[in-house]
């Protein structure tokens, strides 16, 4: 059971360059998230989604955008990226109910931008 | 003011020791209280879930809330190098949207 996938696991980016970041859970959670993680700072969350083809900001959202086309996947995407993103994203899932609780995460994207 | 307060650390211990890992809050809605676990360079990973007020505990951990305080505790008994590990307390309100607010976490190191 894979759980949370994460691609890429690393990726140096130019500043103004754009990338996606893939999230991908096979435990048929109906809620995913988008955290980035920075020395001192925590979890924060960037973007979310409580269903396919549903999504919502959350803590930090500027600079970024998400799509959730299939019930699996939710996307993390920079359109022009900046040295403030770098940063370690991680990708979560959970379930309804009870299980809405509990987030599963997966191993994280380091991303670097000169 | 964050809603859920927790010290970086370090927390520096010896092998054995008793610790304590602490976050205080100001949400009273909040009412399901989790510590992650997050080894260098993982993703964090579920350690302990408690619902409202109490103790629960599982094997050499123990979570404690105390609602009137808004206060939350994890003790790890006969500490191990291998607790080495950043813990982070999470939180969600009670019929909300069930996204969680984290603390910042706290770096323990248990050394020989």
């Known amino acids: 059971n894979a759980g949370v996938t994460q691609t890429p696991k690393f990726r140096v980016l130019k500043t103004g360059q754009s990338m996606t970041l893939l999230c991908a859970q096979d435990?048929?959670?109906?809620?995913m998230y988008w955290y980035r993680q920075d020395p001192g700072m925590g979890l924060r969350l960037i973007h979310y989604s409580v269903g396919e083809g549903t999504t919502a900001k959350g803590e930090v959202p500027d600079g970024y955008n998400v799509s959730r086309l299939k019930k699996q996947n939710f996307l993390l995407g920079l359109e022009s990226a900046a040295p403030s993103q770098t940063s370690v994203y991680f990708c979560?899932?959970?379930?309804?109910?009870?299980?809405?609780?509990?987030?599963?995460f997966g191993a994280g994207s380091r991303l670097t931008v000169l | 003011q964050k809603e859920v307060e927790q010290d970086p650390g370090p927390l520096s211990v010896p092998e054995g020791a008793i610790v304590s890992l602490n976050c205080t809050y100001s949400n009273s809605a909040f009412q399901y209280f989790m510590w992650y676990r997050q080894y260098s360079r993982k993703g964090p990973e579920l350690l302990m879930y408690t619902y409202s007020s109490g103790n629960k505990e599982d094997g050499r951990f123990t979570a404690q809330v105390d609602k009137s305080s808004k206060y939350i505790s994890l003790f790890i008994r006969d500490s191990q190098p291998s607790d080495s590990a950043t813990y982070l307390c999470a939180m969600i309100e009670s019929g909300g949207s069930y996204i969680p607010t984290f603390g910042r976490g706290t770096s323990l190191i248990v050394h020989p």
């Open positions: 435990m048929n959670h109906e809620y």
């Open positions: 979560a899932s959970s379930g309804v109910g009870s299980g809405a609780n509990v987030l599963t």
